[in-house]
């Protein structure tokens, strides 16, 4: 097919390119986008045996760029698991661990997903089942007597709640002598005071912060790096039915972890654009404890002799540093005090220390490559810009275009002072969407007018793009919070002026302003030349209510030419 010519016709092109054309016609040939206009100019630049494709009305798009996927964290761990999100009662769930069981050796641990629709849990969860609550141990033993079994929970939303069966209680070393809450894990018991098996509280995966915890998640193999390649190959193929082509890997990204990209790439396995960063500091998973001085500066050395901006598949920029984490946890550095998981009053936490972040701003202003920079809340954001400022008046940062990431709380000052940096920014809508309404829980001095203030940025000129910050979520969906900004849940908009913008801008921030930030030439638009990444939408989301945007559906995507997902379009 990638040597196929393939003509696109029946629909309108929005080639999201710099004087923003529309056409009525596209041309792919050899990988590349060939030409696009009228109908008649575009037939008349076809061969006579090139394929004919008519879109019967719908929109054909730049293919969308992620720039805050997960994907390989997601498809790795996702990968061992069975699934249950969907899950209706416990003898569903019974069923669905005993088919695993009678494939699995015995003693081996059957992992699967939670219940409900991750990571938020806003919309449904466990409490959905029929039975209002998760199975205890005696249930779950009904599936299997002979393999561990654990319910996750994932991150980030605490409190959460989890459950083992019996052979897993065993594993673990949890019986009716085990205190019934040990630091933020509540174990519920029974009248005789065996444990049922459930567990509340920081009971997450990762981003628990709880030492018990990560001592329990330690004995559960619920990250195989035999899977990082097959569970990525998946995930990918979920990112592609939902239209996105290229991806920016800039997050909790081990040389480990880059490496299975890598591997893939050499195999001529890649079928996803993706660039890639390396974390700085270790934290957040429960084996994560910050790196002794030799090593951090060896994985550094090691960063910036990698760098690979040329591939037309598999690119490598640069170091990424995480100020703070999530408000779930408590982790958000606010210049005011909120509301912690448990009640606890707390203004956020390091997830790396300010002399090591300097450290890594000035190794990479002095070797000249990519920084992220990832701040959550207001104190998180007078961290990095101190820093970054003053590295600024000993070298030329601007020039880098560095990268602010996330960004949920931020001032009117503090974004033109990294405006006055020359700096790119991605954020989530789904900080807004999933936490809108924790944060009107948790935060009583906030000011929600810097609350994702999209505005502000696109006023200040900097290169806005978006990301789903673990997915595979819905890019339809995305583009649609960034015009209404939407809190789930109570259906609150928190539109005010400083988070309006375009529709135009929405899509953008997944086309060709990602592009930018990403500094990939060839992708992010439809112009001759540029590779033929690209998606067709069942609507235009140019054009269609505001209301419908979410509920597109893709029913093609060319990734290189090559159709990556058809929904039965090219037959």
Known sequence: MKNDPLLLVGGVVQSMDKNDTVAEALLVRDGKIEALGSLAEV??????????????????????????????????????????????????????????????????????????????????????????????????????????????AWAPSLPNAITFNSLALKMLGIGEHTPERISNVWIEKEKDGKPTGRMFGSVTNYYSNDAYANELWLKIPFLKF????????????????????????NHMMDKKLI??????????????????????????MPWSKPREMPDFMARLEDAANSIQLKDDWFRFNGV????????????????DPYRGPYGEETCGYFHIT??????????????????????????????????????????????????????????????KRYAQLNMDFTTSMSFCWGKGELFRQRMDKVNFADLM???????????????????????YEQMQLALTHEFAGSRFRNLGPDQKISRRQAIGMWTDDAARVLQWQGIGSLSPGNHADLVVVDRDLMNCDVEEIGSAKTRLTLVGGEPVYDAGLLG
């Open 453 to 475: 203030p999209l505005r502000r940025f696109f006023d200040a000129g900097f290169a806005v793009a978006a990301g789903s910050d673990w997915g595979p979520k819905n890019p």
């Open 259 to 284: 490496d299975a990209y890598r591997t893939m790439r050499r195999k001529d396995e890649l079928r996803m654009r993706v660039m890639a960063s390396q974390e700085a500091e270790s934290y957040g």
């Open 43 to 152: 037939r008349a630049a076809a061969p006579n045996h090139a394929r004919e494709v008519d879109v019967a009305g719908a929109a054909i798009f730049p293919g969308f760029i992620d720039t805050h996927p997960h994907l390989l964290h997601y498809g790795s761990l996702q990968e061992p698991l069975v699934d249950i999100l969907d899950a209706q009662s416990h003898d569903d769930i019974v069923e669905r661990v005993r088919k695993r069981a009678q494939a699995t050796p015995p003693n081996e641990w059957i992992m699967t997903t939670p219940v409900g629709d991750a990571h938020y849990f806003i919309e449904r969860s466990y409490k959905n089942l029929k039975e209002g609550e998760l199975p205890s141990r005696h249930v779950l033993d009904k599936a299997t007597e002979n393999h561990p079994v654990v319910i996750q």
């Open 226 to 249: 035999e899977l990082l390649v097959p569970g990525t190959k998946t995930a990918i193929g979920a990112y592609h039915r939902l239209g996105v082509t290229g991806v920016y890997e």
């Open 320 to 335: 990424t540093i995480m100020w703070d984490g999530t408000c779930f946890p408590g982790g958000m550095l606010m210049r």
């Open 354 to 415: 300010p002399e090591k972040a300097e450290t890594v701003m000035r190794f990479c202003a002095e070797k000249r490559i990519r920084l992220n920079t990832m701040c959550m809340g207001t104190q998180a954001h007078e961290e990095n810009l101190s820093r970054l400022e003053a590295i600024a008046k000993e070298f030329d940062i601007r020039s880098l275009k560095w990268i602010l990431n996330h960004a949920v709380f931020i001032e009117p000052e503090q974004v």
